[in-house]
C-alpha cells in the first residue's frame, strides 16, 4: 500500500499542512483524496465531526468504510489522530480498531485522540433518535415535520453536553473511574427525566453500570489518548507535514450551512484551528472536494434536487447510499452557487471534482449559476438558512453531455470535449482550479493535472 501510483502534484504554499474538505453536503468522496493525498502527508487528523462521517476508500479488491479514525490509518507509515474537536463514540472506535486489525491494518502507536475530545454517550444516541422522532410529527401536514433526518450517532446531543459543560465526559474522563462515576451519577440522573419526558420508554440509566463500561473502554483506550494539542505543535516544528481530513461538509457547517438542516460542528476548513489547537496560518493548501453533480442525505433545502429519472439514475449509477446508514441521497444538478461559496468561507485553493464517470451518457447536462428570488431578481450569493434557501428558483445553464465511457481514461486531455467544456465552467466560475479530476473509485481512476 505504500507504493502509490498516482503522483500527486507538489504544491509550494506558505502554511506547511494541508486541508480537505467537502464542498457541498457530504459523501464528495474525500475518503478516496485523503488516501491518494496521505503519501505525501505525515500525519493525518480529523478536527470535526464524530462517527456520522462515512469516508469510503477501494484499494484493489478492498473497500473500506472509516467513520472515526482517519483514513491515513491504511497507510502504515502515517500517523493519525483524532483531535479535539471531534464527539469520540468509543464503542465505534473499538469496533472500527478491530474491524482493521482483522484485516491485516495495523493499529498501535499511530493512532492518538485528544483527551479534551467529547465523549459521544449511549443516552445522546437514544436522545438522538428520540427527538428527531418527536420533531417528525411536530408539524402536522409537513412531510417528515421539523425532523432533520441525522445519522442518529448521538452527534448534536454529544456537541450540546459540550456547550453545557457541566453535564459533558471527555476522553481523558475515561481514564478516572472516580471522575467518571461522580459525573455520571448527577448526568444520569438528569438524563433520564429528561428522556422521559420526551417519552422514551427506558429504564432509568444506571450510573454504576455506566461507569464500569466506559472505564472499561477507556482502558481499553488508554495507550491512544493523550494531549494531542502539543503534540501536534511538536510534530509540526519538527517539520511533519499534516493532512485535515474534514468529515461532513461546507453546506452542513453548523455556522455557515443551511441551518436548521446541518450537523452540530465546524465542517468547514474555519473548524481546524478550533478542532486542533492549531492557527489557520499553519495551512497552505486547501483541497474543496466536490461532486461533478449535487447529493444530500436528510432533510433540508436542496434547490437543484432532480425527484425524477434523471437523479435516479445518477443515483444508481453513482451508487448514492449513504455510507453510514445505507439511506438513499437525493440527488441534482450542480449548484455552484453553493460550491463557490463553500469554497471562499473555506479558502480552497485546488479543487477535485469526483465522480465525473457518473454523468457519463446523459445527453444534456444543467449546471446551477444564479438563484432568482421570490421578488424575480436574480442573485449569484449562496443563503445559508433553511427556509430563504427554500423558497429561491436555481438558474440554469445547459451543456452538451457525452456519450463516452471515461472511467478508464488516464489522462485529463483525452476526455471528451463536452466533459472539458463542463469541468472548464466549474473553474471559471469557482474561480479555483480543477487540480484532480476522479473517473471512479479506485486510486488509479483519478486523473492528475500536469
Ligand atoms: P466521503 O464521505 O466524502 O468520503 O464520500 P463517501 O465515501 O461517503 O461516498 C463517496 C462514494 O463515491 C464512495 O462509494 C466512493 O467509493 C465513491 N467514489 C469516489 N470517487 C468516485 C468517482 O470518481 N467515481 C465513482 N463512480 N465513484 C467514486
Ligand atoms: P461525510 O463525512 C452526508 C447529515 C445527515 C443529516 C445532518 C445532521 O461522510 O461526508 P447528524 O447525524 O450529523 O446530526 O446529521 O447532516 N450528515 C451527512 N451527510 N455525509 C456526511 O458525512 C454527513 N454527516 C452528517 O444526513 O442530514
Ligand atoms: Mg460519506
Known sequence: ??????????????????????????????????????????VTVRYNGGANAGHSVVIGDQRYALHLIPVGILSPDTMCVIGNGVVVDPEVVL???????????????????????????????????????????????????????????????????????????????????????????????????????????????????LTEQYFDMGRQLSQHITDTTYLL?????????????????CLLDIDHGTYPYV???????????????????????VY?????????????????????????????????????TGRPRRCGWLDLVAVRYSAMISGATQLACMLLDVLSGLETLRICTA????????????????????RITPVYEEFSGWQETIDDLTDRKSL??????YLDRIEQFVGVPIEIVSVGPERLQTLVEA
Open 95 to 209: 469496533h472500527e480498531i478491530a474491524q482493521l486489525t482483522e484485516r491485516g491494518i495495523h493499529v498501535g502507536d499511530n493512532l492518538v485522540i485528544s483527551d479534551r475530545a467529547h465523549v459521544v454517550m449511549p443516552y445522546h444516541k437514544v436522545h438522538d433518535a428520540a427527538l428527531e422522532t418527536f420533531l417528525e410529527t411536530a408539524v402536522i401536514g409537513r412531510e417528515g415535520g421539523l425532523s432533520i433526518g441525522t445519522t442518529r450517532r448521538g452527534i448534536g446531543p454529544a456537541y450540546a453536553d459540550k456547550v453545557h459543560r457541566s453535564t459533558s465526559i471527555r476522553m481523558g474522563d475515561l481514564l478516572d473511574r472516580n471522575v467518571l462515576h461522580e459525573k455520571l451519577t448527577v448526568i444520569c440522573s438528569l438524563r433520564s427525566a429528561e428522556l422521559k419526558a420526551l417519552g422514551v420508554d427506558t429504564e432509568p440509566l444506571d450510573a454504576d453500570a
Open 233 to 249: 505543535h511538536e510534530l509540526s516544528a519538527a517539520g511533519k507535514r499534516f493532512l485535515f481530513e474534514g468529515a461532513n461538509a
Open 1 to 42: 500500500m505504500q507504493n502509490r501510483q498516482i503522483e500527486m502534484k507538489q504544491t509550494s504554499t506558505s502554511g506547511q499542512h494541508t486541508a480537505l474538505v467537502g464542498l457541498q453536503w457530504g459523501d464528495e468522496g474525500k475518503g478516496k483524496i485523503v488516501d491518494l493525498l496521505t503519501a505525501r502527508h505525515d
Open 288 to 324: 474543496g472536494i466536490m461532486k461533478a453533480y449535487s447529493t444530500r442525505v436528510g432533510a433540508g433545502p436542496f434547490p437543484t434536487e432532480l425527484t425524477n429519472d434523471i437523479g435516479d439514475a445518477i443515483r444508481e449509477r453513482g451508487r448514492e447510499y449513504g455510507t453510514t
Open 416 to 421: 471528451p470535449d463536452a466533459a472539458q467544456r
Open 263 to 285: 450537523t452540530s460542528s465546524n465542517c468547514s476548513a474555519l473548524g481546524i484551528p478550533s478542532g486542533t489547537g492549531l492557527p489557520g496560518s499553519m495551512i497552505g493548501s
Open 371 to 390: 438563484y432568482e428570488l421570490p421578488d424575480g431578481t436574480r442573485s449569484d450569493r449562496f443563503i445559508p438558512d433553511a427556509a430563504r434557501l427554500g
